[in-house]
């Protein structure tokens, strides 16, 4: 049982985590670059549902910063990092994974809202809040994250500051769990659920009008179910496999080395797609809006119309 111990990890790390975060490098920076450049540039009048989707596409982008260095990492097998390095790539990686869900959670109350009140006369519809709310997710995101830090320079300290490892491969596994069961609760399962009930509710009421007018919605049906959807097939696999890693790391289970390589494989495998994401997410800033949308597709025919003069 031995002989198979620490060879599948390895493997996957360099042929398969290197390989799939340099493609969603490719694809997500582009997709949401566009994004934040066309929020920035092209919409000149700002709602509450442009704050949410902005904030996401920057918080995307920041972390798809990341994965070059990663990719590289693992496919030349480098465990050696710089400590802060360690600290901030694991920072902005979490951040935005919990930063995301929160967000797209307000995006749908905000779409919920928008739907009872039309002329926008609910506070939370409001310019002002929507900056706001913004602002308090930040500070509870960080909030939630700064403990892996803790735990993150406390691993490097006992490595001799030589290896940065992932959150569920830290030592000092009770804690770690305690504190991963904590953040998977509040950072995912809650914010899952709002998701779930502001898109159901959406649904319910846009089935509803479709009855009595007789007019589609089928597309913003779709939207918001495919909204949640998404963050429940790519978030859960992730989550439940972080805490099965962390859990086999206990010593009062005494695993074999084989095991605990078949369970950290498993665990890498969901790691991509817990990202995926990031490349999906853009869709959601053209669907959602479709304001934003006309306003990049003016911004480009001014841009074609400038290039056909010059030439």
């Known amino acids: 049982m031995e002989n198979c111990s620490s060879v599948l990890s390895p493997l996957l790390e360099k042929y398969y985590l290197s390989p799939l975060y340099g493609l969603e490098f490719a694809i997500g920076f582009i997709g949401n670059l566009v994004v934040v450049l066309g929020y920035i540039f092209c919409l000149p009048a700002w709602k509450s549902t442009n704050v949410y989707l902005f904030n996401l596409s920057v918080s995307d982008v920041v972390f798809l910063c990341t994965l070059p260095e990663l990719s590289y990492n693992y496919a030349y097998n480098l465990k050696k990092f710089n400590a802060a390095l360690c600290m901030i790539n694991r920072y902005i990686l979490h951040v935005n994974l919990y930063s995301s869900i929160l967000f797209m959670m307000w995006v749908s109350v905000d779409r919920f809202l928008l739907i009872c009140h039309p002329h926008r006369q609910h ?13 308090l997710n930040w500070i509870w995101v960080t909030v939630q994250v700064a403990p892996l830090i803790f735990f993150i320079n406390q691993d490097l300290e006992q490595n001799g500051w030589t290896a940065c490892l992932d959150f569920a491969s830290l030592r000092n596994s009770q804690a770690i769990l305690i504190y991963n069961i904590i953040l998977t609760i509040t950072g995912y399962v809650i914010p899952l659920i709002g998701l779930f009930l502001a898109s159901q509710k959406i649904v319910s009421v846009l089935i509803k009008r479709q009855e009595v007018i007789g007019t589609s919605f089928q597309r913003p049906v779709r939207v918001v179910r495919f909204a949640a959807i998404m963050f429940l097939v790519l978030y859960t696999p992730f989550h439940v496999m972080r805490i099965v890693r ?53 911004k480009w025919r001014q841009i074609k119309r400038i290039i056909m003069r010059a030439s």
Do not use: G, W
Not at 123 to 135: D, R, V, Y
Not at 260 to 271: G, K
Not at 276 to 289: C, E, G, K, R, S
């Open 246 to 298: 962390i859990v086999s790391q206990l010593p009062e289970l005494k695993l074999s080395k084989c095991v605990l390589d078949y369970i950290s494989s498993a665990y890498i495998v969901t790691r991509p797609f817990a990202y995926l994401h990031i490349v999906i997410n853009p869709v959601f800033y053209f669907l959602m809006t479709d304001r934003f949308k006309e306003a990049l597709q003016d």
């Open 123 to 135: 506070i939370l519809l409001t310019l002002k809040a929507a900056i706001i709310i913004t602002i």
